[in-house]
């Protein structure tokens, strides 16, 4: 590799020892590349790791409102499981994640199929398709909760117009709610998977696709064979970042429903939050932020394990 | 495509349909995504009476701005009724030094990590990479600590400084993918010629940067304005980002809801962003690919 092969014969140039070449100069040549990057790896070191290792000692203790140092073992890990919210947390974030995953992916590789078909104006529709993704998840919130409200919003248009049995009151039933989240979770990042899909999809070899058309291949055995298989990568990419955004949802939810109706649509982002700041429960806090972060570490290490091995042989 | 003539002679009426069906659906899709932000502009534009009384997909009958100026100068958010304008301030302020910070220890970064490579650089970029997908609640508890203690609790300053350390993550990683593609023979032809580290990123490096300079400051402006969970962690009161305090301002039950109101400060929040994506788009779909795809 290039970049290795320069590095090496620099190091065989100045002499790694540091016989020879002396003077200050020559050492802060060889070391500037070091000193730059220091700042942040040290932020790094304090300001992740030696955070996570914090959160994950106020997680073994008995913290309340002030943190406290005294070992209580695992404790939390098992009471937590005693709460009724985050019992509602952890159910709700799996339902949530599932189907905002599923029909973002649906939707999005839909979107990306049928622009990918020579579409007059693809560029606006492309810029409509994606603009939510620009925008906070507060005012995403904002919007859909007024949308939602049945005594102004949908609710009440469909009655005007005439249709007076419609009824969406999905954002004050404590069993429905969660589904309003999934619909502006959706809304807002399936346009994201659409514009992964697409720039996937006009990276395939067209002659292959002219080629097989020619053998006499139908539609849908060239998306099958050729293309599914081709873009297969981008479909792993688009679950992990969607994963990982369900996994972080926070703003939504608090913008959305305030994770009510009671506790109804409470995640563990929310439950995290309210122990932390409302509840002075600094030990239940930590102990669902350790957990939120083990989850994520799962999916991720593994992910960018693979993704810097085969960058490398590239 | 030799048999491709035959074929489309034999069903344009079938192909014709299948156009017609397909712009259909794109049209439908076109407006379940604008939907939302047309009603919010319409609503925003209408007055009390008109929202309770007329029906929200219609388009307003007089159009009024008197929402969007009580919404930027009066509203009242918790006990302040200063409308959202010192905390779009705020936000300004809290964007402008985080994204320009952060994207300056990025590129400095990235140039370092690929063009000077050192012992152990990969597990220093591994390290810095797992940390653009920590959920940030593993860090809410120490940092809110770490600010009270250097004295910047719910301050500006203090957002500055966690968006800066939060954001090098991912702008080192958006340089180091970019510089790694540029040829090493660039840096090895400059030092021969006796070129720094220094005098080679001014010279050379960055001249040859300026997309990627695009889509990072547009990535992070993007993350930083929206965010929602630091400011409403580590601010109160008048040090709030306009995310927290739209979020307020709509949650705040007092008195008469005036969703017109609601809806001009939703869009306000949403304007800088938003321009952003329209000006420069094909940069932010950039940002958002690079940000996932490849280490």
Redesign the interface.
Same mark, same amino acid.
């Given at each position: 590799m290039?970049?290795?092969?320069? $590095?090496s014969a620099?190091a065989a140039d100045t002499g790694d020892a540091g016989a020879g070449d002396a003077g200050a100069r020559g050492w802060l040549?060889r070391h500037?590349?070091?000193l730059?990057?220091a700042?942040?790896?040290a +932020?790094?070191?304090i300001?992740?790791?030696?955070? !996570?290792l =914090?959160?994950v000692i /106020?997680s073994l203790t008995g913290s309340r409102m002030l943190?406290s140092y005294e070992i209580v073992g695992f404790e939390n890990y098992v009471n937590i499981w005693r709460l009724s919210r985050w019992e509602t947390a952890v159910e709700n974030l799996f339902l949530f994640g599932v189907l905002f995953m599923g029909l973002s992916m649906a939707l999005g590789c839909l @979107?990306a199929v049928?622009?990918d078909?020579r /579409?007059r104006a693809e560029g606006a529709?492309r810029?409509?398709?994606?603009?939510?993704?620009?925008?906070?998840?507060?005012?995403?919130?904002?919007? =859909? *909760? =007024?949308?939602l409200d049945p005594g !102004?919003?949908?609710e009440?248009?469909m009655h005007?117009?005439g249709w007076t049995g419609f009824a969406f009151n999905w954002i004050n039933d404590p069993d429905m709610a969660i589904y309003t989240i999934v619909l502006a979770a959706v809304?807002q990042a399936s346009?994201?998977v659409m514009?992964?899909v697409l +720039?996937a999809l006009r990276g395939v070899d067209d002659e292959i696709i002219?080629a097989a =058309?020619?053998d006499g291949a139908s539609l849908a055995n060239i998306y099958r064979r050729i293309i599914i298989p081709t873009i297969r990568?981008?479909f792993l990419?688009?679950f992990?970042?969607l994963m990982?955004l369900a996994? *972080?949802t926070?703003?939504l939810v608090? +913008?959305l429903t $305030?994770a009510g109706p009671g506790t109804a649509t409470s995640v563990? $982002?929310t439950f995290?939050?309210d122990m +932390?700041?409302q509840r002075d429960r @600094?030990d239940f806090?930590?102990t669902? $932020?350790?957990m939120?972060?083990a989850t994520?570490a799962a999916i991720?290490?593994p992910y @960018?394990y693979s993704?810097?091995r085969s960058?490398k042989r590239g | 495509m030799a048999n491709l003539p035959a074929q489309a002679a034999a069903d344009t009426l079938g192909a014709r349909l299948g156009r017609v069906a397909l712009y259909a659906a794109l049209g439908l899709f076109a407006l379940f995504y604008l939907m939302p932000m047309l009603v919010m502009i319409a609503t925003s534009l209408k007055d009390v009476e008109e929202i309770r009384s007329g029906s929200l997909l219609a388009w307003p009958q007089s159009v009024s701005l008197d929402a969007w100026r009580y919404a930027w100068s009066e509203a009242c958010i918790g006990v302040e009724c200063t409308g959202l304008a010192p905390y779009f301030r705020n936000s300004v302020l809290m964007a402008v030094p985080a994204v320009l910070l952060s994207s300056l220890f990025g590129a400095l970064n990235g140039y370092a990590l690929t063009k000077w490579r050192f012992r152990g650089a990969n597990v220093v970029f591994g390290m810095l990479l797992f940390g653009s997908f920590i959920p940030f609640q593993v860090v809410l508890l120490p940092m809110s600590q770490t600010l009270g203690f250097l004295g910047l609790a719910s301050s500006v300053p203090g957002l500055v400084l966690v968006h800066t350390v939060y954001g090098i993550a991912f702008t080192t990683l958006f340089f180091r993918n970019y510089y790694v593609t540029l040829p090493d023979d660039l840096v090895k032809a400059a030092t021969i010629d006796g070129a720094g580290f220094f005098t080679i990123f001014w010279r050379i490096i960055l001249p040859l940067s300026p997309s990627i300079i695009v889509v990072t400051v547009i990535w992070q402006f993007t993350q930083i304005w929206n965010d929602f969970l630091f400011g409403a962690s580590f601010t109160s009161g008048g040090a709030q980002p306009v995310t927290v305090a739209l979020n307020n301002l709509v949650n705040t039950t007092t008195g008469v809801k005036l969703y017109n109101v609601d809806m001009a400060a939703a869009i306000i929040a949403a304007l800088p962003t938003l321009l952003v994506y329209i000006v420069a788009g094909r940069y932010f779909v950039r940002g958002l690919t690079a940000g996932s795809v490849k280490g």
């Open positions: 290039p970049a290795d092969a320069v $590095a620099r040549q500037l590349s070091k730059v990057v700042p942040s790896f +932020a790094a070191l300001f992740f790791y030696g955070f !996570i =914090w959160t /106020i943190p @979107l049928l622009l078909q /579409i529709l810029t409509i398709y994606l603009y939510p993704m620009a925008i906070s998840y507060i005012v995403t919130g904002t919007a =859909w *909760k =007024w949308l !102004i919003g949908l009440k248009a005007d117009l809304w346009g994201f514009a992964m +720039a002219k =058309w020619l990568p981008v990419s688009a992990v970042i990982h996994i *972080k926070f703003d608090m +913008a $305030a563990p $982002a995290m939050y +932390a700041f @600094l806090a930590a669902s $932020a350790v939120m972060l994520v991720i290490v @960018l993704e810097i960058g | -």
